[in-house]
């Protein structure tokens, strides 16, 4: 019974099942039938729509290829045009090329023309003057090179009488009004002193027993004794100033003192140097202040002092120094500039010349050095080194120590040369200027600070004289080292002799 229950279910499920089957089936092709027909509806749809994109572009790519297409006739017209153009402008330079052509060619032949009339001009020429072409050319280059040389005379003339006028009148105000606010004493030192003794007998004291006495002072100090026939004095020579005034200190105090033994010298040679040494820093420090010149180093203090005992062509450097100071200082004052700046480098200018003669190395040198040590300003450092023109100065304050250290050894009496080297000056003055053309003689006068030159009048012109003033002027600048300036006097004179019979 169980297995009839069971087979009657499976069959009924069978049935079923075969029935859904068949309606899914039935179900399935309706849904095939319907997607069929909305595919091919769709597929109407595209191809519509391909059809008319397809529509579309055709009438795009027409309408583009009609434009360019007019585009291109536009451009094929444009070229046209100006092919034509081009074609007559070429047709017009021919036409100008063949035009200028012959305007070439009758230019060419009246050259040829111009060419032999000038050639027999020329020779016409020739035959009627007497000179050739190269002759007629130097004789006019000769009277166009006088004819620049009188104005160039006159231009020069001109130049010169305003720049005299206008910068000696300043330079003559700013000098005058520094000589008038600076009055410095100028005494001539040489290179002896002179000690006075007692009498005779101190002679024979001083030379000592076999001269033991005058050798060991002279050892000791580095100066020589003269003893001689003159009364009463003992002469102290030597080239060191120091040294010199440190004999003379010594043998006057053992004249005094009559104890004279070479102990008794050792000790008074050594007082002597410590008095010489507080004099030097007395007159460095006293040479500061009288110029105004504050924070200097002790040791360039100390250089000042011993300037106090050196000369320079007669003149003492120490009191040359502060004058040259205060003329520095007192012409910066009226130009507006730095006053004490300009008196220190005046002050400090010839410090060089404080170290012993046997330093290597002149005096700008070895002054620039031992400013640069203890650290100066640089515009007095330069002014030290540009005062003789070692280097370019290149400051007003450099300009102005070199004018005040020309004016202060320029000044009368304020320095003498020896013979020998006054007397090469003034030759070497006249050799110059009789060196020149047309010079017939020169005389250098007023103690070598003018030349007077007589020029022979056929062969020098007014006109030349301020040439060959300006030359020997040069000249004498550039060969000659003198102090302050000379003055060049050209003569020019014509004389006129006749007899009355």
Not at 102 to 109: A, F, G, Y
Not at 357 to 367: F, I, K, R, T, Y
Request: hydrophobic share 40%.
């Amino acid at each position: 019974m169980f297995w009839g229950i069971t087979s009657a279910i499976k069959r009924a499920r069978l049935k079923s099942g075969k029935e859904k089957i068949a309606s899914a089936e039935e179900e399935a092709k309706k849904l095939l039938e319907v997607a069929a027909k909305e595919a091919e509806a769709k597929k109407k749809d595209m191809v519509l729509e391909a059809k008319e994109e397809v529509l579309r572009l055709r009438n795009e790519a027409e309408r583009e290829i009609k434009e360019r297409r007019s585009e291109v006739s536009r451009q094929e017209r444009k070229l046209s045009q100006k092919e034509e153009n081009l074609d007559r402008k070429i047709e017009i330079a021919e036409r100008k090329s063949e035009q200028l052509d012959e305007k070439m060619r009758e230019n060419d032949e009246v050259r040829v023309k111009i060419e032999e009339v000038l050639a027999q001009h020329v020779k016409r020429l020739e035959e009627i003057s007497g000179y050739t072409t190269e002759e007629a050319k130097r004789e006019l280059l000769i009277r166009f090179e006088e004819e620049t040389r009188h104005e160039m005379a006159q231009k020069l003339d001109e130049l010169e009488s305003q720049f005299k006028e206008e910068s000696e009148a300043k330079a003559r105000n700013l000098l005058s009004l520094a000589i008038q606010r600076c009055a410095a004493d100028h005494v001539a030192e040489a290179t002896i002193s002179v000690v006075s003794l007692p009498s005779e007998e101190m002679k024979g004291r001083i030379i000592g027993r076999e001269g033991r006495n005058i050798q060991k002072l002279e050892t000791l100090t580095g100066v020589e004794l003269i003893i001689d026939d003159t009364p009463e004095a003992i002469t102290v020579s030597g080239f060191d100033p120091v040294r010199r005034e440190i004999a003379r200190l010594a043998l006057e105090k053992l004249i005094s003192d009559g104890r004279i033994h070479p102990a008794r010298i050792e000790e008074m040679v050594e007082k002597s140097k410590k008095e010489v040494e507080a004099v030097i820093k007395q007159a460095g420090e006293r040479a500061t202040f009288e110029t105004g010149v504050h924070g200097v180093h002790p040791e360039l203090v100390r250089m000042l002092g011993r300037l106090r005992y050196r000369t320079s062509y007669g003149q003492n450097v120490l009191k040359h120094s502060i004058e040259v100071s205060w003329l520095a200082g007192i012409m910066a004052e009226e130009l507006g500039l730095d006053g004490t700046l300009a008196r220190r480098a005046g002050l400090l200018h010839d410090i060089g010349k404080a170290f012993p003669q046997d330093a290597e190395g002149s005096h700008v040198e070895l002054g620039v050095n031992a400013v640069k040590k203890f650290k100066e300003n640089a515009d007095v450092i330069h002014a030290i080194e540009a005062h003789h023109n070692d280097v370019e100065p290149r400051t007003i304050i450099a300009i102005l120590v070199q004018a005040a250290d020309a004016v202060s050894a320029a000044r009368p009496g304020a320095r003498r040369e020896d013979m020998e080297n006054y007397i090469k000056r003034l030759e070497k003055l006249e050799e110059i200027a009789v060196g020149f053309k047309g010079v017939e003689r020169a005389f250098a006068i007023q103690a070598g600070r003018e030349i007077r030159v007589m020029v022979k009048p056929e062969m020098v012109s007014d006109e030349d004289m301020k040439l060959i003033a300006r030359e020997m002027a040069k000249k004498i600048e550039d060969e000659v080292k003198y102090p302050g300036q000379i003055k060049l006097n050209l003569i020019r004179e014509t004389r006129t002799v006749d007899y009355a019979k």
